[in-house]
């Protein structure tokens, strides 16, 4: 058994939850390296996604994704809207005319988003952004499936994966985005970026956890 589309859809609820919920910290963490924007312009996204889902009336899941990102691209400024457009946007093509979402399939998905996210922005491991806690997040879902492990314990693994290379930020110096401009003043400080792509890969793990 796998997460079907009312999994999936809760995991974009939870999401836009989770943004709106800590849209004050995600902003103060922007303020220290950024624009002071990241917590503002997530929850406007998120926020216009939801009725955008809601509305949809075919349950197919790529649609979902893509539902998300081409809102998400349309409403939210900055870096943020095309990185997680693109997050999306791959979510839904490798999703594509699935009804159900196993370990293996989510693994395969995730790991195709980074690296879409990755020749978007072209940042690399240790260079301070989102890709900090997604490409751990994906190896850990990886391994998970690698070693057969069951679809709760995946996620698990790649929540707190995504949690250790978000704090493993902390004492970077950033040379992607915005905080590359501030040079060594950005080490000391989270990105915000990785902050909320843990958000994501916990809202996915409460989500998907349900349909394992």
Not at 102 to 119: D, F, P, R, Y
Not at 152 to 181: D, W
Request: glycine fraction near 12%; hydrophobic fraction near 45%.
């Amino acid at each position: 058994m796998g997460a079907g589309y009312p999994e999936s859809l809760s995991m974009v609820r939870g999401f836009a939850q989770a943004v709106a919920a800590n849209r004050e910290y995600l902003t103060q963490l922007d303020a220290e390296i950024g624009d002071a924007d990241h917590g503002i312009n997530m929850d406007r996204g998120m926020s216009a996604v939801v009725p955008k889902v809601e509305a949809l009336t075919d349950h197919d899941i790529s649609g979902l994704f893509r539902t998300v990102a081409m809102t998400l691209i349309s409403t939210v400024g900055g870096a943020s809207g095309p990185l997680y457009g693109t997050v999306f946007l791959q979510l839904a093509s490798s999703l594509k005319g699935r009804s159900e979402v196993g370990l293996g399939e989510w693994a395969e998905a995730v790991s195709a988003a980074v690296a879409a996210v990755q020749s978007r922005g072209k940042a690399q491991p240790g260079d301070k952004t989102m890709v900090d806690a997604l490409l751990p997040a994906a190896e850990a879902l990886q391994a998970a499936q690698a070693e057969g492990v069951p679809f709760s314990e995946g996620l698990a693994r790649a929540t707190k994966a995504a949690h250790g290379g978000m704090e493993a930020t902390i004492p970077l110096v950033a040379r992607r985005g915005r905080a590359s401009y501030l040079g060594e003043r950005s080490a000391g400080h989270q990105d915000p970026g990785a902050t909320s792509s843990w958000l994501l890969m916990e809202a996915a793990e409460a989500a998907f956890a349900k349909g394992k």
